[in-house]
């Protein structure tokens, strides 16, 4: 064989989630600890494809990374077409767990981005003993609503192409040209309403959910990471400092010249962030 | 600046490509001072300067002076990279019928950041 064949490998495999059985497509790559990368909003695992790459990460970790139901490859639950999509906390929970569980996976690193980031703080408070640690990108505990959902799924407003506009402006500027619209293109992909549905949890103004969850984590058992980018405006790096300082002994990270997306946007600069967290989690005991 | 977006726009092929569906008059507000920008079918036929009466509009953009001259800074602050960020900040403003806008949306940012070439990069 003379062409390049990367070491990623996609296989699918079958939960169980909220009471219905699913059809999930993940990727992985590496091997050692493993770590559970959850993409954004309306996008896919793809965002992680540089961080599988890298022989940095690879060399330690088993990462891994799944494709929400509705989502990429995941199909939607039976019935869906009579269904409003709309992610709750406790939906999108019991997915990344039942998936870790499912895989036998043994005290994995969890590390989301986005509304990704922001579920690692329910399952730092829910699940401590199950994971070595957490890793939120872009999180916050609550985020500010600026902007009129709706516009995201209706008829006279094409999904893709508002989608990708609506976050354009949430990159760093100095990120490579290649990777933000790489990125951009990922915002393009989603079905109909899924965006949105997602942003249902993003948004969610439960205030009181949070702070309970907050109060609970005990990051000696499970600690607690924060990488926020300078240049998000959605969960700005005052958002993520807020949240910090509610969860003691959280680190916060914020990270110079980068936006909302830094695994895909510019994943070089973003390792020279991701990396010194990844050894200190591997040398935890 | 904004009185340059027929030649910023105008002169981009694919710029007006993308706004090819959208034929609309809005208002352009920097400070106080208003413009009228007609677009036909992604080209800005028209830019003028106000004071206006009784004249109608789809939507407007009203941000001040100091909001849109960070906006076209060749690399912009954090919080000011597009409108959105801006408006975010409580900083501007984007209102009337915004279908054309939404529909229109990467264009509509595009074009109300071109004057970012005048200043060396977009």
């Known amino acids: 064989m003379t062409a390049e064949i990367e070491p990623i490998v996609g296989r699918y495999v079958y939960l169980r989630l909220g009471g219905c059985p699913h059809r999930i497509y993940f990727e992985e790559a590496g091997e050692g600890i493993p770590l559970v990368c959850l993409h954004t909003a309306g996008c896919d695992t793809r965002q992680y494809r540089h961080l599988m790459l890298d022989p940095a990460v690879t060399k330690y970790y088993r990462v891994l990374a799944f494709d929400m139901p509705w989502h990429g490859k995941s199909t939607p639950p039976l019935g869906w077409q009579e269904e409003e999509y709309r992610l709750t906390t406790e939906a999108y929970a019991e997915a990344v767990m039942s998936f870790c569980r499912g895989l036998e996976l043994d005290r994995p690193v969890v590390m989301g981005c986005s509304m990704g980031g922001r579920i690692v703080i329910p399952l730092a408070a829910e699940y401590a003993k199950e994971l070595r640690a957490v890793i939120g990108l872009e999180t916050a505990d609550q985020v500010q609503s600026w902007f009129d959902n709706t516009w995201l799924h209706r008829p006279d407003v094409d999904g893709g192409e508002i989608g990708a506009a609506r976050v354009s402006g949430l990159l760093a500027p100095q990120s490579p040209e290649e990777t933000r619209w790489e990125t951009l293109w990922g915002y393009m992909q989603s079905g109909p309403g899924v965006f949105k549905g997602d942003l249902n949890f993003y948004f969610y103004r439960a205030e009181s959910d949070f702070r309970d969850f907050m109060a609970r984590i005990d990051t000696k058992v499970c600690p607690v990471y924060l990488l926020t980018g300078e240049y998000d405006y959605s969960c700005t790096p005052e958002d993520t400092k807020r949240t910090a300082a509610k969860i003691p002994g959280a680190e916060v990270i914020i990270m110079k010249e980068m936006g909302h997306f830094p695994m895909s946007e510019n994943p070089k600069h973003f390792r020279s962030y991701i990396l010194p967290v990844l050894e200190k989690i591997r040398g935890q005991k | ?122």
């Open chain 2, 1 to 122: 600046m904004i009185e340059k977006l027929p030649e910023l726009v105008n002169g981009d092929e694919r710029l007006v490509w993308r706004g090819r569906f959208l034929t609309v008059d809005f208002l352009v507000e920097v400070g106080d001072v208003p413009y009228y920008v007609s677009v036909q079918s992604g080209r800005i036929t028209s830019v003028e300067r106000g004071p206006f009466h009784t004249r109608s509009w789809r939507f407007a953009v009203r941000a001040s002076a100091e909001a849109w001259e960070k906006l076209w800074e060749p690399i912009p602050r954090p919080g000011y990279t597009d409108i959105l960020g801006v408006m975010k900040r409580g900083e501007a403003r984007i209102e009337g019928d915004l279908q054309p806008f939404m529909a229109n949306l990467r264009y509509m940012k595009e074009i109300l950041v071109t004057p970012r070439r005048l200043r060396g990069r977009c």
